[in-house]
């Protein structure tokens, strides 16, 4: 199985700030990594695919880099909308489908 | 546009069943597999089960396997997840998702939650 981990737990930003938001993966998933936003009482929305994609609809504020183990997703100037749970997802090997334990991104 | 709609939720007591329901629109729910995912109070997301676009195929989560099934009815365009044997570890909120052909997860409803209570 592969373990994905997230840091930082917890990530406290001022609106309009920059907040960089980092995923490892246990092993080699090239760049099938997935970025998720959830905010409570909405459905989980998709951020970036393939890594560094972004999904239909998604800001340009939103940027996903990396490969192989190492991966971040970047918000370049948050936003009332932005302050949520982000996870990161591997779908490169399965089963499972493995996600991070979560960054949440909270108001400072 | 895609929709998907969550329900069957509730409190139920340790060892009883429940089955949530996934109803879609707005696609050819039959070109698509399915997921049900669930996340705990406090907790990060979990893969609970996935089901080929044709039922085909199946896989579960280790901590539901034997307990829980997952299932589609192509004709009513709804995803099932029939779960039993409840216990407080299960509860959470359940969610269905599609599966993007590329191996993304590209639409999720908005969740429905379980809770697992005497």
Known sequence: ?108 | QVQLVESGGGVVQPGRSLRLSCAVSGFTFSDYGMFWVRQAPGKGLEWVAVIWYDGSKKYYGDSVKGRFTISRDNSKNTLYLQMSSLGAEDTAVYHCARWHANGWWDYWGQGTLVTVSS
């Open chain 1, 1 to 108: 199985e592969i373990v994905m981990t997230q840091s930082p737990a917890t990530l406290s930003v001022s609106p309009g700030e920059r907040a960089t938001l980092s995923c490892r993966a246990s092993q080699n998933i090239l760049t099938n990594l997935a970025w998720y936003r959830l905010k409570h009482g909405q459905s989980p929305s998709l951020l970036i695919y393939n890594a560094s994609t972004r999904a239909t609809g998604v800001p340009s504020r939103f940027g996903g880099g990396g490969s192989g183990t190492e991966f971040t997703l970047t918000i370049s100037s948050l936003q009332s909308d932005d302050f949520a749970l982000y996870y990161c997802q591997q779908y490169n090997t399965w089963p499972p489908w493995t996600f991070g334990q979560g960054t949440k991104v909270e108001i400072k």
